[in-house]
């Protein structure tokens, strides 16, 4: 057995060979991991949560649970294992998904190019809307991270039921991979010359996409959600929508080491000085994270300043799980009609 479940309490029943428990509810790296110092580890957790953990071995590296099968979501890491306390809702639209209901389906189009801002080959999934007519102009969303939102977020899935049901507007989704997130992502000016010079060109000369601000929008989680954020907020001239999951706003300028940990928070006072009055933002974040607190204040600042927005939070953590259902909300906040 795996762990034992009573009320909020989880026992979680150590395999041979673990010494320490890690997890959401240490942020995985951030904290060091729980110790094993008796028969079994015991934690209080939120009711209704989806919680992902892993045990560390005498290496000291993490492993998966042997004796659980229900696997996560996470597409870097092998070893995460989940428990749900009580039930822990999905979106009804993820629901209809995974009944494999029958919908009309966008198209999925593959881009590679060399880059020229940032080093290396480039890759870009393009998802065109059911009944894609090129005499139109579609809004479109550039997406970070694109290629997890792609596969494992299954955003393009989640639209086409979305459109099949008329809640939202159809829409083209660029889905961009990153060569190197930790660089491009951390609030990088560069981001922008690479979206402006390099992506713009090669979308708005193949799609019929929209080229007013109001018809263009970023979407990204963690990393990919403080870049999206931090890009149209300086640029109303060309974003009017951003949406973000668990955004990783725990980060400064001219810092020479990567840190989304413990830097400060720099983008609070930023556009505490310089409101985004222009943008739309969809903002969510898992209450078993790090980065809560710090979306928290986010979404009070954008209150405060009365930028029109949408704050949702979700018993989980920093993880697929949370970002996935997080997406059709975000979906009918930013597209609804």
């Not at 977020?153 to 979305?162: Q, S, Y």
């Not at 981001?191 to 060109?201: I, K, W």
């Not at 990783?248 to 409101?275: M, N, Q």
């Not at 979404?299 to 979700?314: F, G, I, S, T």
């Amino acid at each position: 057995m795996a762990f034992e479940v009573h009320g909020q309490k989880v026992r979680f029943l150590p395999p041979v060979g673990a010494v320490a428990l890690t997890g959401d509810f240490n942020d995985w790296h951030r904290s060091a991991p729980v110790p094993l110092d008796a028969p079994y580890i015991e934690l209080e957790l939120p009711r209704n949560s989806w919680v992902e953990y892993a045990w560390i071995g005498e290496d000291g590296k993490p492993f998966a649970d042997p004796d659980n099968p229900q696997k996560s979501l996470n597409p870097w890491w092998n070893y995460p294992r989940a428990i749900q306390l009580g039930t822990y809702e999905l979106h009804r639209v993820l629901k209809l998904m995974n009944s494999k209901k029958d919908v009309p389906k966008g198209e999925v189009h593959r881009h590679t190019w060399e880059g020229t801002v940032f080093l290396g080959t480039r890759r870009a999934y393009v998802y065109t809307p059911p009944g894609y007519d090129a005499s139109q102009k579609y809004p479109v969303f550039y997406v970070q991270d694109g290629v997890a939102f792609f596969r494992t977020g299954r955003l393009g899935e989640i639209a086409d039921l979305l459109i099949a049901e008329q809640k939202i507007q159809p829409a083209v989704f660029v889905f961009l991979e990153p060569n190197d997130r930790t660089i491009e992502y951390y609030l990088n000016d560069d981001y922008y010359t690479f979206l402006s010079t390099e992506v713009f060109p090669l979308i708005e000369s193949t799609y019929s996409v929209r080229t007013d601000a109001e018809g263009r929008g970023m979407w990204g989680a963690s990393l990919g959600g403080l870049i999206s954020l931090y890009t149209t907020s300086k640029h109303p001239e060309v974003f009017q929508h951003v949406v973000t999951h668990s955004g990783a706003f725990l980060a400064e300028p001219g810092r020479e080491d990567f840190d989304a940990y413990e830097a400060h928070p720099w983008l609070l006072d930023h556009l505490k000085e310089h409101p985004p009055l222009h943008l739309r933002i969809s903002m969510d974040t898992g209450t078993i994270e790090w980065l809560c607190s710090v979306n928290r204040k986010m979404a009070a600042l954008m209150q405060d300043l009365k930028v029109p927005h949408q704050y949702r939070e979700y018993h989980s953590g920093h993880n697929w799980v949370t970002w996935r259902n997080a997406i059709p909300e975000a979906m009918l906040y930013i597209l609804g009609v």
